[in-house]
């Protein structure tokens, strides 16, 4: 008989914390914070001359003179590693096209 009340008095302070819990959740739970944002995040300035991947894939003859530039010093910057990059995936859709006969 006492395990059983034992067992009863057990679930019912389970049964109380639980309910208590989910009802003190937002009281004891931190409120979110709002992010204010008053202008836009700055804007890092490129040169005008940075050209992507994807203008020299498409102007593949300007990526070769720009890499050949790179190799003997009279080009700098990031348009070495985006004209190399584009040289790459066009030679390699070269090579795909010719082994799939496509």
């Not at 067992?7 to 992010?35: H, K, N, T, W």
């Not at 990031?78 to 082994?99: L, N, S, W």
């Amino acid at each position: 008989m006492w395990q059983s009340k034992i067992f009863i008095s057990v679930l019912v302070a389970l049964a109380i914390g639980f309910a208590g819990g989910f009802a003190l959740r937002p009281v004891i739970a931190p409120a979110p914070q709002a992010v204010a944002v008053s202008s836009p995040a700055p804007i890092a300035m490129t040169s005008p001359e940075a050209r992507g991947t994807q203008y020299f894939v498409a102007h593949i003859d300007e990526a070769r003179q720009v890499v050949a530039g790179c190799r003997d010093g009279s080009v700098r910057g990031g348009e070495c590693a985006t004209a190399e990059e584009a040289i790459i995936k066009v030679d390699a859709a070269e090579r795909r096209r010719k082994f799939l006969g496509n």
